[in-house]
């Protein structure tokens, strides 16, 4: 930096300015005396101008406030001190970043000095075959969940063909009213089906997710095959190489049928092509950002589905849609690949229609990748036969009582009393956890950065004040240091969530509740959100803020939804959250009941 100070071009812009600002440097630029140590504000004067005024202004963004004369000696050496570190953005020696690189600062969910809870051995063992034939309704094959596909199709009760060309036809029949593919991979879903049945015929059995289509959010990288983030800046994108994600559903003998859904750039369920619609509810949308993955599992059109969650975009359509949603621990599931909203909070992971089925497509994904320096290799030990009684779960009382619970929650609480679990009451301090979001606002607009400069958000369709382009806009006001402080928060924070999972095996959440979305996906715990009952609501429900001049629908007579819970799992056993969430849904006995008119 100190080479940088002394050698900084006079034409370097700050700030805000479109367009170069010359200014004369400083007389005290000169060169230092032999031996003089390098010392801040000793560089060329550069950039805009700027007052005390500016400061007093900005004071109002930052939450801080300066006497007058602190105001003046700021300004009076601003455009001379602070000049280098907007070098790498302005120029001279302009420097771009890649979208590839990822920050030197990782986030690490398992805490130094606390009990481990990584699984010592790798187990995985499945349900037992109830040995159901294959329907005669083409519909009944479709809805079934990929449990019973992959049993289907390895007795070659179905071939992967027919499978396939089934969903390629209810994925075109469907589409126009849900709007939830982006891309159909009609082409290389036959090639590939055709392929899984010779390899089955010559006895070359690649595992559960052989020959089953499925549907990935279109954030995943597909060589030859177009990835748009859903975005209008993207929507011509077409990668030369395969996510990590994708290459490994690929070796487990997956098809892939369509390219599904995301709000843009991963915010929410309106995209390029419109509003992803909920098969329960075509009034609303199906909730985001996994909005096509919600809505083809929930409609049928997949096998199964691959989507990411940030802050929510796996839990919440997984709930508007009543899916099964899998998010795996921070790190479990490699992100090469897949398009960066934010380094230290973005993860992969199932979305199905049976728990089971979470786990089955959770088993071909994890695993470290060496493009993504967040992902670790780590057993996964499952054992759907295994019991749960006398496992302990934890629940927060007051979450209970409160909105958004309701009788659903409060009674999958009872029904896993009844199924021999312990409940254990817990409490997290009443601390402002939202204060957390700067690290996802900051993470985002840096990746994002070269798109919002150059008002390529513009043309994103969404341009509300609760949408990325004016939040991508906003966080280039975020103070470093409160982004550091947050980080700080970030840990004291999972310090605590351990010491909360040290009480219980798994905690039950409202899937909603604002406190655990941002505090699970900040310590990077895992998450399992099924359905377990239904609800009747009176108005259409949006993942966007309330605008008069977006009303939502209202309905005379409530529509039923399905709804659902949330468990929480220790850091990397998922396997203890499946079988849990296995019992829960077995007892609460809605999982078969599909969308009207699918």
């Not at 071909?364 to 493009?371: K, P, Q, S």
Request: net charge positive; proline share 8%; glycine share 8%.
């Amino acid at each position: 930096m100190s080479s940088s100070r002394r050698q900084f071009l006079t034409h370097t812009v700050i700030g805000l300015a479109s367009t170069a600002v010359s200014a004369a440097p400083d007389a005290g630029t000169s060169a230092p005396p032999a031996g003089a140590p390098p010392t801040f504000g000793a560089g060329p004067t550069v950039g805009p101008e700027v007052s005390p005024t500016t400061f007093a202004e900005a004071e109002k963004l930052m939450q801080v406030q300066l006497t007058p004369a602190e105001r003046t000696q700021a300004a009076s050496n601003w455009r001379v001190s602070l000049a280098p570190l907007h070098e790498r953005r302005t120029g001279p020696r302009k420097l771009a970043l890649e979208p590839t690189l990822s920050p030197a600062s990782q986030w690490n969910p398992s805490l130094p000095g606390l009990k481990s809870t990584v699984p010592v051995k790798a187990r995985f063992v499945r349900s037992r075959d109830a040995k159901l034939p294959l329907p005669a309704k083409e519909e009944d094959i479709a809805f079934a969940p990929l449990t019973q596909l992959s049993r289907w199709v390895r007795s070659r009760a179905i071939t992967s063909e027919r499978l396939t060309q089934l969903y390629l036809a209810r994925l075109k029949r469907h589409d126009p009213k849900l709007q939830c593919v982006i891309t159909l991979t009609e082409e290389l879903a036959l090639q590939q089906a055709r392929q899984a049945d010779k390899d089955l015929a010559a006895g070359r059995y690649k595992g559960p997710l052989h020959g089953i289509p499925w549907g990935a959010k279109d954030l995943v990288d597909t060589a030859g095959i177009r990835t748009t983030y859903g975005a209008e800046p993207f929507k011509d994108r077409v990668p030369t190489t395969d996510a990590a994600s994708v290459a490994r559903l690929h070796q487990a003998g997956a098809v892939l049928v369509a390219k599904l859904s995301l709000g843009a750039l991963a915010l929410n369920d309106i995209w390029f092509g419109g509003e992803t619609k909920n098969p329960w509810l075509l009034e609303e949308g199906s909730s985001g950002s996994s909005a096509g993955p919600g809505a083809a599992t929930a409609a049928g059109l997949v096998g199964f589905s691959l989507g990411s969650e940030t802050g929510g975009s796996i839990i919440s359509p997984s709930m508007r849609c009543g899916i099964t949603g899998l998010r795996p621990t921070y790190g479990r599931v490699p992100r090469s690949g897949a398009m960066t909203l934010c380094w230290s909070l973005d993860k992969l992971g199932p979305m199905t229609r049976g728990v089971e089925d979470s786990l089955l497509v959770l088993a071909a994904l994890h695993g470290a990748d060496a493009g993504d320096v967040a992902s670790v290799s780590v057993k996964l030990d499952f054992d759907a036969n295994a019991p749960v009684k006398g496992l302990r779960v934890g629940y927060v009382p007051a979450w209970m009582k409160e909105n958004p619970a309701t009788d659903v929650d409060r009674q999958a609480l009872e029904t896993l009393k009844g199924l021999g679990l312990t409940p254990v009451e817990v409490r997290f301090p009443d601390w402002p956890y939202s204060a957390l979001n700067v690290i996802l606002f900051a993470e985002a607009a840096a990746a994002f950065e070269e798109l919002t400069l150059s008002h390529g958000v513009d043309a994103l369709k969404m341009q509300t004040p609760d949408a990325w382009p004016n939040l991508f806009r906003q966080s280039r006001f975020l103070s470093a240091v409160d982004f550091v402080q947050a980080d700080r928060l970030r840990r004291k924070v999972a310090q605590e969530m351990a010491r909360i999972m040290s009480q219980v095996d798994v905690l039950l959440v409202p899937s909603l509740r604002d406190e655990a979305l941002t505090i699970t996906n900040h310590t990077g715990h895992p998450s399992l959100t099924l359905r377990t009952g239904f609800v009747e609501v009176s108005k259409a429900r949006s993942d966007w803020a309330p605008d008069p001049k977006r009303p939502m629908p209202t309905f005379s007579t409530p529509r039923r939804v399905p709804h659902g819970v949330t468990l929480i799992g220790q850091l990397f056993d998922e396997g203890t959250l499946g079988r849990v969430g296995i019992a829960l849904e077995r007892a609460s006995g809605v999982a078969g009941e599909r969308p009207p008119g699918f």
